[in-house]
DNA sequence: AAGTGGTCTAGACCACGAC
DNA sequence: TCGTGGTCTAGACCACTTT
């Protein structure tokens, strides 16, 4: 067996044995959360990357495909490796499953009405798991599509992650990409509760809609590259003219 | 390059080329789809299939755990390949996603409260994207969540495909494995979209609700492993105490 | 033309499960 | 002990993109 920086005793024992590749993938992953390469940034090539890790060529490439199935990262042949990032087109989509009926899907544009910073309902202290005395910031946004207010949504955002939001007086349309560039938080994996409600006179005000129309109500809890839970959204969405979709393979 | 069954004309084109360890996919899930191998059963080893279709071991082993990342294969270190089933734990939940608040997965059990042969109404004719003289069989079923009812839902289902259902007074619980078992048709992969509405009289009495509750609505495609569409269901899910699960890579 | 990832092959060895 | 899939390596060649 080659000497490499992944040998370790526990190879040998076959107890907590981890496969070189996979050995590979999470220190990859690693020096991604410790910005070694940024979002959008390319990775030296598989032949480089095996040399500094002391393993095969065969091995890296095997990790790295197995980080875009995770899309962390994404190849391209002919040009690179690169961290993948949320701005292009699929990526944009990858978590936004509100649909207009019978339409293709369509970036929402999102007006801000309020960014607070308070201490944590109880509801959103146990989504987070955490502490009664957690400090958030809770960011009310409407979602327009199609021209109408179609989503209002309350989002919570862990203070301890997201300092520099405090007195930001607006913030982008596309927040997912917000967070990956402006505090290094990639959201990796989203988790969300569907149930159904009846408009309140809240909702009917915010959403142009009437009391007691039926709304879709999303929770959605949001994890890290790192399996941090970054963000926990609660969506109210018109449910006349638009719907949540779902691909299960 | 050696000689292989999968040797053709394009491959040297350009053109339409196919990578040898895709047209060993599609070959294996098209003789899965002949029912050369069955769901339960299991396939030579690498050995021999790379012997049987001319390629090497690697390439089919690439082939092999491509199948696998789409469930069509299960594969067990020691054991050996096998077609996938809609039995073991897994699959059973693979495509249930409503699940109670609170608590962990479980699996409904269904009342079957009628199986007619009808003509399609236009909304199902539009789901199958099918002629207007289409015949199908309406399936009316009751499920029953901790003891007490919780969807009700429509199922249709292509006459063509489900002949033998003709006359049945009965059907199991887990209709997916029923599908696999009975008509060799595996579903592969399923569409659902999810809206909000108000339970009607008929919600009320059939799930022992108020009318005016609000319930999810599912509208679920399935598709089948060579792709054609094969059920076509809509849910009518009680909200108060359920949700529908859905995460996100 | 140079450099990248993608494919294909070949062989050695390991881990797991069944017998 | 045997047969299976899993890991790891090595090398040749192909396809794509950029310069």
Redesign the interface.
Known sequence: MTNNRFDNKLSQTGLSFQPLYMQVEEHVKQLIVEQRWKPGEMLPNEFKLAEELGVSQGTVRKALNGLTG??ILTRRQGVGTFVSEHTNQHSLY??Y?I?RDGKTPELPKAELLSLTLIKAPKNVVSAFGAKANMKVFEVLRRRILNNEFCIFEKIYLPYVYFRELEGLEDLPHTLYHFYQTQFNLTV???????????ASAQDAKLLAIHI?E???EVERIAHSIDGKIIEFRISRCR?DKY???????
């Open positions: 995770t899309k990858r978590f499953p649909i990796q994996d989203t988790t969300d509760r569907i149930k159904a409600d009846i007691g039926a709304l879709l449910s719907h949540y979709l779902v691909e299960s393979k």
